[in-house]
């Protein structure tokens, strides 16, 4: 059954993405969709801080929104050129989350949680009330579509879906080859036991930071992408709703996975578009879902079966018992993936 | 100097419904050491249920409260049970992404049942009286005359009774409570009982004066958990002090800084005092 | 002087842990420290791996004051530990813990990593490289593969060995490394310890084994409430009534 494999599930989807626009010729499920991969794209970012590093973040929606109000801001009321303005944004929500990071990460677990809380809510805060800058309630309107690239545009809902997919598989693959690299390993070590993780060498403040801002970067992206892409943003990007929500994704996917940002994501933009006359609701049925979720399956779906793939492999190494065999059981050890 | 004694008394009256609030989130994290991230969403409850008691059956003002503190602190019983018992040996992670589930449920339960709608308690203490040659409304008096009383009893219910005893035994030790005879569950359940019992009697004081909608508790609780890292996690004096501190720094700062910018005073100082001391303002080692 | 210790002291509010303690550890040989529940052993060892700052004292390892410096820093000069309660990686396999445990010896960074420049696949190679020489100078290439949460004490244990030794250390200390661990299986460990010696690497252990220590150890300094009462070699110690007085409490026998 070799054909089952990683490389080609992974090929096999990629190419349903592609394919995707053209088998629906739907402009709302194509709009949909993009705003999918948006969503992922943050999605990744609190995934590597809190599946691998282990530290929870409950202030990556204010960094969406920073990111999102940097661009938003910048085109509209700065008239600057879109990738220009695209770039800077994600350095300042890039150095905003080096800053609050290098404060933040001194403190631990529950303090932790709450101060990126506070942090969350101040942004969203001032987004709200410095209206001469932010315009605040009213919102910012008018925000540009990506600008041409040479000679390809974004004007249409089908160039902007292959944007957004292209970034998004660009994110994937820089998430991929950090979680499957020694500094993947370090964060993996630092959020199975910070404290082991120091006396074997591992300067933590230094890697946390690196992964925290990792992790507002790619809150930054997806902001930026989001103003673009839905064109005007209000203080409401920054409440701390929108963490939840993709800490909802995240969890329902598998917390600490490669796919689990994929799958998480997009079952519940889904099945939440399926329930749609519960769209205010979503919470009735996402939050104990959430809850029962943490206690009974915390890995998540693709978490478990990772799981279950792991618990396979380790009894087939159990059954491999003599010193030839030990190069193989360290070879089918190493293919065992950083999933958990 | 009138503006001052107003904005002084008004400071009094906001820092005993913190105060309130904070004692409820205290009182679970020193024993469980869980902080409750749902702990927003029993003071929304317990303004909604009030409110629907006086509303829809007609019930007098204090009967409503009565009602509700009872019913929210069965809640609280409920999310123990059901959600930080099973989840009493994993990650700490796991505790509050829980209590976020359940907090996201209940907001949403609220707006599906009762609207999203800001609504009004009507109170039973309209009316102003004039004191000293100031102007105070009664219910803003009776917030602060409640909210103290509340805190007596629970003081002493605390210190001179067997029940009050356990839960501070448990809160300094819990393996230690158990080993002489403590039932920690159901010291567990009690604790929530009366955190949620906390909660309502604090939102149902403070709603006449605030409107009744479904995010009503998320500002509330931040600045809770601003205040019981500042007066120390588990702290009971902390938690009162802490909440009458914030509720004068910001009557004051609305009135003499800004008033838009007031609720990010209680961040700024959590913001501050963290920088400094990573570990909070009374960190009692161990952790 | 390899690594010794002056003064060193620690207090925790009213009490103090560990009083005045000087300490020398010989190179090359295996060091013990022993004394009665509650000598204010493992606290030592906290100071030296830099778990906690000591009150007043000073802590020099070749030469150069190591006293406040955090435990990653330790580490990297050369000073490994194991933990009293096994602290391992539960959640990851044998091999993946002794391979994470050798990447303080290598340099590359997140560029490194999302580039898959050269020097990480190098130093990825070193890991692993790395990683099996632990795993079988330790004796567990059986369960390499295995989650460390399902293995037994013993060979967590030497789990525990290893990742110690993926550090690439100059001197390790081991607190009480036979814990919980029974007779044959204590010999193992001896053994084992003294194949680290060999291949030269200083050994410090915190053990409760008395039988385990006069076989092995080559010299011995015995705390007692926090204070140093005597050093010197097994012989010596065995001898000495402090010693005796500090473990049988009372008049030494005859």
């Known amino acids: ?340 | 100097m009138e503006i001052l004694v107003q904005q002084l008394f008004n400071g009094l009256t906001i820092g005993s419904v913190y105060a309130l609030v904070a004692l409820g989130l205290t009182l679970v994290y020193g024993i469980l050491h869980i902080p409750n991230f749902a702990h927003g969403a029993l003071y929304m409850m317990g303004g909604y249920i009030t409110l629907m008691m006086m509303v829809q059956y007609g019930l007098h003002y204090w009967l409503a409260i009565l009602v509700s503190v009872i019913v929210v602190g069965l809640i609280g019983v409920l999310m123990e049970r059901l959600v930080f018992y099973p989840l009493r040996h994993a990650p700490p992670i796991h505790d509050k992404i829980a209590a976020i589930g359940i907090l996201l449920f209940l907001e949403a339960f609220a707006q599906y049942v009762w609207g999203a709608d800001y609504q009004t308690m009507p109170t039973p203490y309209g009316q102003v009286i004039q004191l000293f040659g100031l102007t105070f409304t009664m219910q803003r008096l009776l917030i602060i005359i409640a909210a103290i009383a509340v805190m007596v009893l629970l003081y002493l219910f605390l210190k001179k009774t067997y029940t009050g005893a356990s839960i501070i035994a448990m809160s300094q030790d819990r393996d230690g409570a158990n080993l002489v005879g403590i039932n920690t569950n159901r010291v567990a359940m009690l604790t929530f009982l009366i955190s949620g019992g906390l909660a309502a009697i604090a939102s149902s004081l403070a709603a006449p004066i605030n409107l009744v909608f479904p995010g009503m508790g998320q500002l509330v609780i931040l600045k809770a958990f601003v205040i019981i890292i500042l007066g120390g996690m588990g702290s009971i004096p902390g938690a009162i002090i802490g909440g009458y501190i914030l509720g004068f720094s910001e009557s004051l700062g609305a009135t003499y800084i800004s008033n838009d910018y007031k609720d990010i005073i209680a961040f700024i100082l959590l913001v501050i005092i963290l920088s400094v001391k990573p570990t909070g303002l009374f960190a009692k080692g161990g952790h | 002087m390899f690594l010794e210790t002056k003064n060193l002291s620690k207090k925790f509010g009213g009490l103090t842990a560990v009083n005045n303690v000087d300490f020398t550890v010989e190179k090359g040989k295996i060091n013990a420290i022993i004394g009665p529940n509650g000598a204010g052993k493992s606290t030592f060892f906290n100071l030296i791996s830099g778990f906690h700052p000591p009150s007043s004292g000073s802590i020099i390892l070749k030469g150069q004051d190591v006293t406040n410096m955090p435990p990653n820093k330790i580490a990297e000069l050369g000073i490994a530990r194991t933990f009293q309660t096994t602290n391992l990686f539960e959640q990851s396999t044998v091999l993946d813990n002794v391979t994470v445990g050798h990447r303080l010896r290598t340099k590359s960074n997140l560029l490194d990593a999302v580039l898959r420049s050269k020097r990480l696949k190098r130093e990825e190679e070193q890991c692993r490289e790395k990683a099996l020489e632990v795993i079988r100078f330790t004796g567990l290439e059986k369960v390499a593969g295995k989650l460390v949460g399902s293995l037994t004490q013993e060979e967590k244990k030497r789990t525990a060995f290893a990742l110690a030794l993926a550090t690439e250390p100059e001197i390790v200390f081991l607190d009480e490394p036979a814990a919980g661990v029974n007779p044959d299986e204590t010999e193992g460990l001896a053994q084992l310890m003294i194949k680290m010696v060999d291949s030269g690497i200083t050994v410090c252990l915190i053990e409760h084994k008395m039988q385990m220590i006069m076989k092995l150890a080559d010299k011995i300094m015995v705390l007692n409430y926090g204070e140093k009462i005597a050093e010197g070699t097994a012989d010596e110690i065995r001898n000495d009534p402090a010693v005796i007085k500090a473990y049988l409490g009372g008049s030494a026998s005859a």
């Open chain 1, 1 to 340: 059954m070799k054909f089952i494999n990683k490389r080609n599930i992974i090929m096999a989807l990629v190419l349903l993405a592609i394919a995707f626009p053209f088998v629906t010729q739907n402009d709302y499920f194509i709009h949909v969709m993009t705003l999918s991969f948006i969503w992922m794209i943050g999605v990744y970012g609190l995934n590597l801080l809190a599946g691998y590093t282990g530290y929870l973040s409950l202030a990556h929606a204010g960094f969406f929104a920073v990111g999102a109000y940097s661009l938003g801001l910048l085109t509209v009321k700065a008239q600057m050129n879109f990738w220009l303005a695209f770039v800077l944004a994600l350095i300042i929500t890039s150095i905003l989350g080096f800053l609050v990071g290098l404060i933040a990460l001194r403190t631990k677990e529950h303090f932790f949680a709450i101060y990126t809380l506070c942090v969350g809510y101040i942004l969203y805060l001032v987004i709200d009330k410095w209206d001469s800058l932010t315009e605040g309630v009213r919102g910012l309107i008018g925000i540009p579509a990506p600008a041409n690239i040479g000679p390809i545009s974004f004007e249409t809902p089908l160039s902007q879906y292959y944007l957004v997919l292209a970034i998004l598989l660009v994110v994937i693959l820089i998430v991929y080859r950090i979680v499957h690299s020694l500094t993947g390993r370090t964060y993996i070590a630092i959020r199975n036991s910070e404290d082991l993780a120091q006396t074997i060498g591992i300067s933590t403040m230094k890697n946390k930071l690196e992964a925290f801002v990792l992790s507002t970067f790619f809150a930054g992206l997806s902001g930026a992408l989001y103003a673009s892409f839905i064109r005007f943003i209000g203080p409401d990007i920054g409440n701390i709703v929108i963490t939840f929500d993709l800490l909802t994704y995240l969890l329902i996917g598998g917390i600490g996975t490669l796919s689990g940002p994929i799958v998480g994501t997009v079952l519940v933009v889904w099945i939440s578009q399926q329930l749609q006359f519960l769209q205010d609701y979503r919470m009735l049925i996402f939050g104990p879902i959430l809850t029962l979720l943490v206690i009974f399956y915390p890995r998540g779906i693709a978490g478990s079966i990772a799981g279950w793939n792991a618990k396979r492999a380790e009894k087939k190494l159990a059954k491999a018992q003599l010193d030839e065999r030990f190069s193989q059981s360290t070879l089918a050890a190493e293919n065992q993936v950083k999933e958990g």
